[in-house]
């Protein structure tokens, strides 16, 4: 077991590869908070690492264009409409591809809004006080993203196939898992419905 001492290197993925059917339009650029709902994930991720890796597809070009590419590192993942698993798979190789490679990873979406820097923070403080190797958001009952995964997972979650995101990883290893609460994170944004529902 590694003492409460050591200081874990932190990458944060933003998967903002999906087609938002549902929604008819690009829900990463919807209009949040004076940001879109991308750049309030990429500020928010910023507050904790440098260089946190955007993974695009569907509306590359659109996303790209909204984003400091100084500040990220945009990946696009040309495997977008397989599903989730080919974006986790993409960022995390990007990832594994630079100096220093991480000790751990911090797996977000942008259409969860009250996606926080102190949610953030807890997940990571509390793989420093657990030491498990799993450190997910707990909300409505179910453990998700955003979820911090160590090293140990990597060739996990580079096997994960189809529609299958890092929930089925979590689910898989209960006793390798601590969490952390994340009030509004049942609020992700699928449908106009729920976009006026945070917006009003």
């Known amino acids: 077991m590694q003492s409460s001492s050591t200081i874990y290197h932190t990458d944060i993925i933003i998967l ?33 690492t440098t ?31 397989q599903g989730i698993a080919s974006s986790i798979r993409c960022g995390l190789q990007a990832l594994l ?6 000790d751990q990873v911090i ?7 009250y996606v926080s820097p102190g949610l953030l923070l807890d997940l990571i403080n509390e793989r420093q006080k657990s030491h498990k190797s799993i450190i997910a958001s707990s909300y409505a ?25 890092a929930r089925k990883i979590i ?8 969490s952390v609460p994340f009030k509004g994170g049942e609020l992700d944004i699928d449908t106009e419905m729920e976009y006026n529902r945070l917006i009003s």
């Open 51 to 81: 260089q946190p890796v955007v993974v695009t597809g569907c509306n590359a070009d659109q996303l790209a264009a909204g984003i400091d590419h100084t500040q990220v590192h945009v990946v696009f993942n040309p495997e977008w409409e």
């Open 97 to 102: 591809n630079r100096t220093p490679s991480p």
């Open 171 to 178: 689910q898989g290893a209960p006793e390798e898992v601590a």
């Open 141 to 165: 009952g179910t453990l998700g993203i955003p979820a911090l995964f160590s090293a140990t997972h990597f060739a996990q979650l580079l096997d994960l196939q189809g529609d299958t995101g």
């Open 16 to 48: 903002a590869a999906g087609a938002s059917t549902r929604l008819g339009r690009p829900k990463q650029l919807l209009p949040w908070q004076g940001k879109t709902l991308l750049q309030h994930a990429v500020e928010t991720a910023l507050t904790i």
């Open 107 to 113: 797996f977000m979406v942008c259409d969860q809004p």
